[in-house]
């Protein structure tokens, strides 16, 4: 198994272009979450699918921030247009169905720089 | 509004010593709660978890203890060894099967050889 797969590991922009982050999840795995790590917060919840379907986007900071999941295997993590205050890790993860009682598996995580 | 609170950005120890990590949480509805390793360049890690119908779970030289009451959580690696330098965040889950996780700031751990 090749574990969570995140696109690219690294992003530099600058700031108003857009951006757009990808994610493999586990093959099988029902649940995808988006989070973002700051020194300040730690890691935020962003959003999270189940069976393809966003069931919660109540993290997503504001409107320039939009997820898609269109089938299983994918989904992306959009910012338009971006801002520097946007710049943190982008972790991926995905769990089976009791996923909270195994804990999640996570991507490496996509570093975003906007300049 | 952070419901998971790691109070110590850092903890340095030497090997051999004990490590004790902290978390506190504000929802007394959290019935679940997690740690997770991460090291540099990496995704997080499962380490060790615990429901809130105990007060201890123990996992090799891991053991994590809740105090339901405190709404506190720790984690305590003994012996430290040096490949436990990571970053340590724990995680709660607000309810039953949402698959939601809410993770704190994270401590970030140096065990000194």
């Known amino acids: 198994d090749a574990g969570v797969i995140q696109s690219p590991r690294h992003e530099v922009t600058e700031m108003g272009q857009e951006v757009t982050l990808r994610c493999k999840p586990i093959s099988g795995h029902d649940y995808l979450f988006w989070y973002r790590q700051t020194m300040m917060r730690g890691l935020e919840l962003l959003i999270y699918f189940n069976n393809n379907v966003p069931i919660d986007d109540s993290g997503m900071p504001e409107d320039r921030f939009s997820a898609k999941m269109p089938n299983a295997s994918f989904s992306t993590l959009k910012i338009q247009p971006s801002e520097p205050r946007d710049s943190a890790v982008y972790f991926c993860a995905s769990s089976p169905e009791t996923g909270y009682l195994h804990g999640y598996t996570f991507g490496s995580g996509t570093r975003l720089t906007v300049v | 509004d952070q419901q998971v609170k790691q109070n110590s950005p850092s903890l340095s120890v030497q090997e051999g010593r004990i490590s004790i990590l902290n978390c506190d949480y504000t929802n007394s509805m959290f019935d679940y709660f997690l740690w997770y390793k991460k090291y540099p360049a990496e995704g997080p890690t499962f380490l060790i978890s615990i429901s809130s119908i105990k007060d201890k779970n123990e996992d090799g030289r891991f053991t994590v203890f809740l105090n339901k009451s405190a709404k506190h959580l720790s984690l305590h690696i003994v012996p430290s060894q040096p490949g436990d330098s990571a970053v340590y965040f724990c995680?709660?889950?607000?309810?039953?099967?949402?698959?939601?996780?809410?993770f704190g700031q994270g401590t970030t751990l140096q065990v000194k050889p």
């Open positions: 995680a709660a889950s607000p309810s039953s099967n949402t698959g939601k996780l809410i």
